[in-house]
């Protein structure tokens, strides 16, 4: 038993109580770094574009086509006081695979001076993979539009192609959008 008189003493119980009944500290766990983008679907695969290249998704707005111009150039939309370029993907590879209008949506890409808008069939909302997951390998079905992507990431045995909407955006193609 400690004197009660003597408060050094008193403080070296207290410190013996804390440390007989403090809790351990938790394990060390490695933190696997993690990388993420809008998840997508497009082609009848699921993409995901870089965060730092997609700076808003939206419902597709109304819009008004214009004369003139390829297929695959639906028009252009006012969205906030600013217009709005939209183009359909799946029409400019070349495929118009049946979707669920409901369900289509627009990634807004901004880079520089482009502002433009690039429909989907479906978003999925921001997708996290562990960075270890990634391979530079891209579907066989993907293989012609090789120079749009970077490679993939495989989570739960889906495989989520890494689609870049900046390189689209760098394809002199991509912005002849005047009929031939």
Partial sequence: MTDLNDPYALLLELESLSRNSAKGLPAQVDITPHWSGIGFNLLGHRMVAPMGEVVEMLRVPSYTRLPGVQPWVLGVANVRGRLLPLFDLEHYFGTQAPSVQKRRRVLVLEMGEIYSGLLVNEVYG??????DTFTDTISDSLQELKAYFSGSYV???????????FNLARDPSFFNAAAA
């Avoid at 989570?155 to 909407?165: E, G, I, K, L, N």
């Fill in 126 to 131: 921001m997708q996290h993979f562990p960075i």
């Fill in 155 to 165: 989570q739960m045995d889906m495989t989520w192609a890494v689609f870049s909407p």
